[in-house]
Every structure is written in structure tokens, then in C-alpha cells.
């Protein structure tokens, strides 16, 4: 257990994907999340952090010890970080019980056995002990992987993508075991994976990556509701972007109407203070912003709807030709082509400088 | 990579060598070559490619498919049983052939004694050669076509069908095409051990390029001779070899899918006795009778030739092809170590050329290195003369370099095969889970590598050990002074025509031989893929 820092670390010679310029910190105890489409530089970051790729610039530092360096970096088997990898890589000659008890050479067996014990027990495979990897299931072979990497207290836990060989319902449970596990065992870990919902589901911290870089490294909550970019917006969640022109520091008003923030109208970097009158916006409308209204004058014509059994998400076309979605409670059932009444219900404001 | 590479150079040393020898003509002995000698040779060889081609083809397929896709009694049984004249060198049941139907043979005798039946076709000719190698080498395109069949006869079959074709007419314009790549990678390792072949061709006095290369060794004591004949074999062996790797190619497009339970099709009673039948009689001429008669005669010298010499040879065999197996393990093991460390297009081609030895025949390879090797010898001994004042007349000739060397080239792919795709299991984030649990490299490789490769390194050191037991020009023409083997004990004993005597080193082979196709058989992996 301890905190890990990555300070604008690059990477980009010997691996395909690259990272540049990468930094944040998970504190000591909590989980964090890499999360990204493919080829976005998020595994490249896990193996420098793991110590199996260089780095070029920065330095990599687990609880305060510095693990990589340019041109130096502490052997991968003496970093104590476990992984799990995307193939669990479970030793084929080994029994599930010799697989977690792979790293624990050295000690005294009778500790030996009561950890692997423990963990076994820990993650739901304590009758499982004598079986060989080939003979459990996938969502236990994962199990057994992450037994196999926690056994020797390692100080962080990394997870390549852990559920991407699961099927759908499966994920979602084990996803959640898996946070309780960790949290159980008090572990830092860092996790890699491109499924928001994964991300949600089991971090404090998550990081969206595009082309190397971490462009907003937050809590989830925070990423859905305070996007730092158009990128953010667009890859975490549902939602448009909608032209607007600021009015004042909290005023913006787009074809709806008038949006008033609660909080200032920040557009472009966090706290700009550019935004003056006339200033040209984009504004992001989540589903929840748009609330359907029969009595609203407001309309706009359904052009496409999901239905998603308590609620439809219906994509509407405003009188101008842009598009917005909306969620709307499924016993409101309209044609497509059907006019409807909306409203907005806007939190606070999140908009974008129009580039 | 730089092992790699001296690897393969390995391998092409006995290429470049024997052509070469162009270089050195000896005009008698040439046009003697090409006025009496090669005509022959090239007719005769050519026969022989045919008809074994044929002979394996039709025995080989027939075999498959009724193994593969046919219900029958005792199905199961011959479908591994059909491997076992693997075991059986095509030399042994070459004088076995002989001598069970040469006109003093009991079956002739018999005929002749009891029916007055005489005039049955010489056994010692071009058709018996063919009879002969065509069952020692059917098992070839066997496995291989019926592994095709196994996975995609079915389907074909039933797409066939639902197109409107019966199931003959399935077999012949979809099945049939469909496996072609297949049949044709067996059928070129069948030839290549055809043109590679000397004992048989020696034991019916049948003129090969191999055997005219081992009297040009022995008979004429040209070097030279021996190497321009080795070079044309190679052209031969080439345009197999050429053939082999695109249906190799060919084969892996031609993949279309596994189907896990397949039904087979159901013969009618009297189509299925046939088959048993047919199945039976193959079995039984190709490896039941021999191996009686093996047993057979072997009893009647049990007495007198189960000597000390017969544990010499035996002790030979089974140095030389321990000390072969691990050498050809060891090179084996590190090329694919090679191959995993920087995968890549060079290094696989690297990796093909180094394990193409196997198409090289024998005697090739016994006169493509004993060349080079006698050179640097007469090099090491003019050094060692005028800066030592050493007299001798051989450093490395007498010793066992040749040989191993040869067998190394000869055997490399056999061992590689295997730990290769041995190998291939164990994946790179598998190293880096043993790295991330504290293992070094000496941990990984011990508690992780050696392990999982255990099986593999075991079937190819089996596969090697009985390779080289098998083999016979090599050691024939390379082996020290007093290193007799079972095999050129064999050989001996064929060439006076002492069938008993030869019967029971044949039969020490045998036994060995059978081991790797039980391993393959119980593993049911695939020897060269």
C-alpha cells in the first residue's frame, strides 16, 4: 500500500502506443482508473509503471521511492507491484493454490499456506485450491489471477483491462467484487480499461486518456458533470453540444432559451476568465437536462428513439436542425416524426469555447 | 540471432559444398558418371517418385477417409494403429518383403511344393520397391489428410450435399479438392524420405542417388563424384521442398473452420466388412507380418548372436542417439528461444532455412560435411605440423563430428517442432506475471519455462533418439572406426543376405520406433506441424 505519483512521464520509442507528458497521483488506499478508447496510451502507461517499458522523461514514484527514472528504472520483480493481465497469465503447471502462492517463495510455509488460504477464501475459490487453471471458469480464473497478484502484499495492484475476457452480466459483478476485495485488503491499485461503466463501478480517481496524455484526472462524478473538455464530454456519458453565446459570467442563452449556471460559465480551460459577451459557445446537454413537457411550448420532433425499459432516450430535432437527447420515464410513448413538448432542467452550465 | 544464423549456415554448408564440387571435375570418372551411371539414376528415380507418389497417395487418403469420416468395426483401433509402420524403417520391411517372397522364400516354396504354382512376380524389381515404400510411407499422407478430413470433411460433405451432390460425388469435387493442400505436404515428406532412402534401395540392389553416392564413396573413392551426384539429388529434394511449403502456405488459408462432433457416415454391413478389410489387410502387410516374421526369425539366432556384439551395436545406437537427441534439443531450444526474444520476419525465416535439413537426404549430408570437415582437418594438421611438429594424419575426421553434425542438420526440424509450439504457450504477459511476483530470470526459467516445456522437450528428444536409431547412411558412411550401430548391423546382415541375423537389431528398432507414435497417439499432437 502506498501512493503512487506519475510526474509528466513520455514514453514514446519502444512501445506503439505513446504517453506524453503524464501526471497525477493516486493517493495511498483508494482505486484508480485509466480509462480510454484503444490506443490511447493507457496500457503503455501501466507496463512503465509495472517497469517493463522505459521512460523518457518525468519519474515514477511509488510510496515516495522513485521506481523509474530516464534511463534508470528499478527491475520489474523488485518494484512489489502485482498485476493482472488482460490473459490472467496463470501458470498452466501450477495448482490454483500454487499459482497464488508463486510469489510468496521465501517465506515460512506455514504462513505461506495461511495466506494463500486467506486469500483464496477472500476471493470466493477456498474449495478450489487443487485445481489447475484450465479447469475453472473465466470469471474464476480472474479471481484466481488477482489472489495470485495481492499474496505477497504487494505496495499497488495494476489490472490490464480485467474483465474484457467476461461476458457482460458477469463484469458487472465481478467488478464490484473486485472493489470490495481491494478495499477489503486496503490495496492502491490503478486500473486500465476503456468501459466507463467498469471505471464507475470500481474507482475514486479516474483519468481519461486521448493520444498520450491524461486530459481530465478526476472523481467519476465529477467527469460526468464537469467535463474539462469537449473530449471528456463526448467520451464519458451521453449528451449534445448545442451553439450558445455567453450573455454574462452566468448567463448563456442557446436556442432553448436562457441557460442561468449556478456556478459561473467556464468555457475553455478551467477558469477562464475570457468569457465576456458574445463570447460564441458550445453547450452540453445531458439526457437529464432535457425534460419532456406536454404543456411546453417549447417543440421539437422526435427523430429517433432506444427504448431502455423505464425510460426512452429519444434524440430530438430542434426547429434550427441541431440535435439533443432526452431522457424521458418509457410511458411517454411518441411516434417518430411526432412533435413533443420540452423543457430545459440545466444544473449548472457546462459550455465550451467554440473553436 | 547470431546462433541463429550460424545455425542455418550450418544447414547450407553441405549446399553450397556439394555443388561446388563442380569446381573439381574428374573428367573419367564424369563422363563415366553421365554416360552409364546417371541415365539410370534419373530413370529410376523418377520411377520410383511416381509410383511411391501414387502408391502413398491411394493408400494414404483411402485410409483417412475411412478413419476419419466412416463408421466401421474397429475404427478406433485402426485409426492410431494405421501409424505403427512408422516404426518400421522402410529397410526392414524391405528384407523382410524379400525375404518372405524372393523364390526361395517359403511362400514361393510353398506354392511351388504344395501347387506347382510358379512364375508369382519377382519381389526384387521396380514394383516391389515401389510395394515396399509405398507401405512404409503411407502413414505420412495418412495423418495428415486425415486430420483435413477430421476437421473439415464433415462440413464439406454436408454442404455437398445440400447442393444436390451424392456423397461420392462430394468426396471426389469438394472433400477431396478441399484437403489437397494437405495430401500434397504429406505426399512431399513421403517423397523426401524416398529420395532420401538408401537402405531399402540398397537391400533390393535398386540404383539410386543414394546408393550411387555411398559406391562413389566406397567403390570409386571419389569424393568429388559423390557430391556432383549429392548436388543433383538436392535439385530433386528442392522442388519436394518447394512444393511442401506452399501447400504448408496453402494450408493455413485453407482452415475453414472445427467441427468439434462430427457424424460419421454409416456404412452399410458388407461396406463396412470391406473396410475392416481392407483396413485389416493393410495393417497386417505393412506391419503385423513383418514384425511376426521379424520375431520369428530372430528366435532362431536368439542363441547364438545375442552376444556381447549384439550389446555393442546396441550400446552405440543408444549413445549416439542419446548424445544426437540432446545436442539436437539444446540447438532446438535455443533457436526458438531466439525466435520468441525478437520475433520477426527475419528471424522466422532464419528459423525455417536452419530446420530445412530435414529434406536433405543422409548421404547428402554425410558427404556435404566429411568435405569441409576434411579440409579444416588438413588445415589443422599443416598448422599443427610446422608449429608443433605434430604428425598424424586426422584430428576431426575419426572423430564423431561428422556424424552428430549430419544428424544435427538431418534431425533439427523434428526436435524444433515441438518446442517451438511448446513454446508459443507460454505468452509474454506469463513472464511478466512471474517478474511481477519477484522471480529473476533464473527463477522464471526454472519455475516457470522448464515446467511447462518438460512434455515438449521430452516428445522431441523421444522423436530425435528414434530418428537417428532408425537412421542408416549417415552412420553408415561417417561412423568411426568401431562404431557399429544396430542399423549398419542391419545393413551388414542385408548385404550377405542373412535375413535371421538381421531380423534382430530390426526388431530392437521396431520397439523404439513404436514409443513416439504411443506419445503422439496419447497426446494426439501432430508431429510436423
Not at chain 2, 522402410?90 to 506354392?111: K, S
Not at chain 2, 515396399?132 to 495428415?144: D, E, F, G, K, N
Request: charged residues 15%.
Amino acid at each position: 500500500m502506498a501512493e503512487l505519483i506519475l510526474d509528466s512521464v513520455s514514453q514514446s520509442y519502444t512501445a506503439r502506443q505513446i504517453i506524453a507528458d503524464l501526471s497525477f497521483t493516486l493517493p495511498e488506499g483508494t482505486i484508480g482508473c485509466l480509462l480510454g478508447p484503444s490506443g490511447c496510451g493507457k496500457t503503455t502507461a501501466l507496463r512503465c509503471i509495472s517497469g517493463f517499458e522505459p521512460i523518457q522523461t518525468g519519474e515514477i514514484r511509488i510510496g515516495g521511492e522513485v521506481v523509474s527514472r530516464p534511463g534508470w528504472m528499478l527491475p520489474a520483480e523488485k518494484r512489489r507491484v502485482g498485476m493482472v493481465f488482460q490473459d490472467y497469465a496463470l501458470f498452466p503447471h501450477l495448482s490454483v493454490a500454487d499459482n497464488v502462492g508463486f510469489g510468496l517463495r521465501g517465506q515460512p510455509s506455514t504462513e505461506r499456506l495461511a495466506r494463500i488460504d486467506e486469500l483464496l477464501a477472500l476471493v470466493g475459490l477456498a474449495g478450489h485450491a487443487g485445481q489447475f487453471p484450465h479447469q475453472l471458469s473465466g470469471g474464476q480464473q480472474q479471481r484466481v489471477a488477482l489472489a495470485r497478484a495481492l499474496a505477497p502484499r504487494p505496495r499497488l495492484i495494476l489490472m490490464d483491462e480485467p474483465f474484457s475476457n467476461l461476458d457482460v452480466e458477469l463484469r458487472e459483478r465481478l467488478s464490484l467484487e473486485v472493489r470490495d476485495i481491494l478495499k477489503r485488503e486496503t490495496t492502491t491499485a490503478l486500473i486500465v480499461t476503456h468501459d466507463q461503466h467498469e471505471a464507475f463501478a470500481l474507482a475514486d480517481w479516474v483519468g481519461v486518456m486521448h493520444e498520450g496524455r491524461i486530459q481530465q484526472w478526476d472523481t467519476p462524478y465529477n467527469l460526468y458533470h464537469e467535463p474539462a473538455n469537449r473530449f471528456v464530454a463526448d467520451f464519458v456519458g451521453q449528451g449534445a453540444l448545442l451553439s450558445g453565446e455567453v450573455i454574462n459570467d452566468h448567463l448563456v442563452e442557446i436556442e432553448l432559451g436562457v441557460l442561468n449556471g449556478h456556478i459561473p460559465v467556464e468555457c475553455g480551460a478551467r477558469g477562464c476568465d475570457e468569457c465576456v459577451r458574445n463570447c460564441h459557445v458550445d453547450v452540453l446537454l445531458r439526457p437529464d437536462d432535457i425534460v419532456h413537457d406536454d404543456d411546453s411550448l417549447l417543440l421539437a420532433e422526435v427523430e429517433n428513439k432506444a427504448f431502455r425499459g423505464a425510460e426512452f432516450l429519444y434524440t430530438l430535432k430542434l426547429p434550427s436542425g441541431q440535435r439533443a437527447l432526452s431522457l424521458v420515464p418509457s410511458h411517454h410513448n411518441h411516434a417518430i416524426g411526432e412533435k413533443i413538448g420540452i423543457k430545459l432542467a440545466v444544473d449548472h452550465v457546462v459550455a465550451f469555447r467554440r473553436e | 540471432m547470431l546462433f541463429a544464423l550460424a545455425i542455418t549456415a550450418l544447414v547450407l554448408v553441405p549446399v553450397v559444398v556439394t555443388f561446388s564440387s563442380f569446381a573439381q571435375v574428374d573428367g573419367d570418372i564424369l563422363a563415366h558418371l553421365t554416360e552409364f551411371v546417371l541415365p539410370e539414376l534419373v530413370g529410376n528415380t523418377l520411377w520410383l517418385v511416381l509410383g511411391v507418389g501414387i502408391g502413398v497417395s491411394v493408400l494414404g487418403v483411402s485410409l483417412a477417409w475411412l478413419t476419419a469420416m466412416c463408421d466401421f468395426p474397429g475404427r478406433r483401433l485402426f485409426d492410431w494403429a494405421l501409424l505403427l509402420p512408422l516404426a518400421l524403417p522402410a529397410y526392414v520391411t524391405a528384407f523382410v518383403a524379400i525375404g518372405l517372397l524372393d523364390f526361395t522364400g517359403p511362400l514361393q516354396t510353398w506354392l511351388r511344393a504344395g501347387w506347382g504354382i510358379t512364375g508369382l512376380p519377382e519381389i526384387r524389381s521396380r514394383g516391389g520397391v515401389i510395394l515396399v515404400m509405398s507401405l512404409a510411407l503411407y502413414p505420412y499422407v495418412y495423418l495428415i489428410a486425415k486430420n483435413a478430413f477430421a476437421t473439415q470433411g464433415a462440413i464439406a460433405l454436408e454442404a455437398a450435399q445440400s447442393l444436390g451432390l451424392s456423397r461420392w460425388q462430394g468426396f471426389f469435387r469438394v472433400a477431396l479438392p478441399m484437403a489437397r493442400p494437405w495430401i500434397a505436404a504429406g505426399l512431399m515428406l513421403a517423397l523426401m524420405e524416398t529420395l532420401a532412402d538408401f537402405g531399402t534401395m540398397a537391400i533390393f540392389n535398386y540404383d539410386t542417388f543414394t546408393t550411387a553416392i555411398y559406391k562413389a564413396w566406397y567403390n570409386l573413392f571419389s569424393l568429388p563424384a559423390a557430391a556432383q551426384l549429392a548436388s543433383i539429388l538436392i535439385l530433386f529434394v528442392l522442388v519436394a521442398v518447394v512444393f511442401e511449403q506452399r501447400s504448408r502456405t496453402r494450408m493455413r488459408y485453407g482452415a475453414v473452420g472445427r467441427s468439434a462432433a462430427q457424424r460419421r457416415i454409416r456404412l452399410s454391413p458388407v461396406r463396412a466388412g470391406l473396410a475392416f478389410l481392407y483396413a485389416g489387410a493393410v495393417l497386417a502387410i505393412a506391419f503385423l507380418i513383418p514384425v511376426m516374421q521379424l520375431a520369428l526369425w530372430a528366435r532362431t539366432v536368439l542363441a547364438d548372436d545375442l552376444d556381447s556384439r549384439y550389446w555393442d551395436f546396441a550400446w552405440h545406437s543408444v549413445l549416439l542417439a542419446g548424445i544426437g537427441a540432446l545436442m539436437v534439443v539444446a540447438v532446438a531450444l535455443l533457436l526458438a528461444y531466439a525466435g520468441r526474444q525478437r520475433p520477426g520476419t527475419a528471424i522466422t525465416w532464419t528459423q525455417r532455412l536452419a530446420t530445412l535439413g530435414y529434406a536433405f537426404p543422409g548421404a547428402v549430408l554425410a558427404v556435404g560435411l566429411f568435405i569441409p570437415v576434411a579440409a579444416l582437418d588438413n588445415w589443422l594438421i599443416d598448422r599443427g605440423r610446422s608449429w608443433f611438429g605434430f604428425g598424424g594424419t586426422e584430428i576431426l575426421k575419426g572423430t564423431l563430428l561428422v556424424m552428430l553434425l549430419a544428424y544435427l542438420v538431418r534431425f533439427l526440424a523434428v526436435g524444433f517442432g515441438p518446442i517451438d509450439s511448446g513454446l508459443h504457450r507460454i505468452t509474454r504477459s506469463i513472464d511478466e506475471a512471474a517478474r511481477n511476483l519477484g522471480s529473476s530470470t533464473t527463477a522464471l526459467l526454472t519455475r516457470v519455462h522448464l515446467p511447462i516445456l518438460r512434455a515438449s522437450l521430452l516428445t522431441a528428444a523421444t522423436l530425435t533418439f528414434v530418428d537417428i536409431m532408425k537412421e542408416m547412411p549417415i552412420t553408415l558412411m561417417t561412423r568411426p572406426f568401431g562404431w557399429d550401430t544396430l542399423a549398419v548391423r542391419v545393413f551388414e546382415m542385408t548385404s550377405e543376405g542373412e535375413w535371421e541375423r538381421a531380423a534382430l537389431p530390426s526388431l530392437a528398432i521396431v520397439v523404439a520406433g513404436i514409443i513416439p507414435i504411443i506419445l503422439l497417439t496419447w497426446r494426439g499432437a501432430r508431429p510436423l506441424d
